[in-house]
């Protein structure tokens, strides 16, 4: 199994900046990728960024140009520099992992960390 812990939300002004990570333990080899997503208040989860075990990234559109996904494998932390930030942005932002298993996949969440934009 894997298991998560984000760390780095806060509350910043708008057009600051906060930088998020996600520490993986447990089965981290078996990871096929890693993403974040966020969840406003009365608003579906949705995806913001992804990367792959191979390193490719995509990012919302509504995020490109002002967050980035990263990774840094030798910590099996996956980070979200989040820059611009806009009130809108506010959300519980949820790491992800999906790994597999014997050709079974599975997900993995973290517990969340609260992003505050005050305009």
């Known amino acids: 199994q894997v298991q998560l812990v984000e760390s780095g939300g806060g509350l910043v002004q708008a057009g600051g900046s906060l930088r998020l990570s996600c520490a993986a333990s447990?089965?981290?080899?078996?990871?096929?990728?890693m993403a974040w997503y966020r969840q406003a208040p009365g608003k579906q989860r949705e995806l913001v960024a992804r990367i792959a075990s191979n390193g490719d990234t995509n990012h919302a559109d509504s995020v490109k140009g002002r967050f980035t996904i990263s990774r840094d494998s030798d910590k099996n932390t996956v980070y979200l520099q989040m820059n611009s930030l806009k009130p809108e942005d506010t959300a519980v932002y949820y790491c992800?992992?999906?790994?597999?298993?014997?050709?079974?996949?599975?997900?993995?969440w973290g517990q969340g960390t609260q992003v505050t934009v005050s305009s």
């Open positions: 992800n992992a999906y790994f597999t298993v014997r050709t079974v996949g599975f997900a993995s």
């Open positions: 447990g089965s981290t080899s078996s990871i096929n990728f």
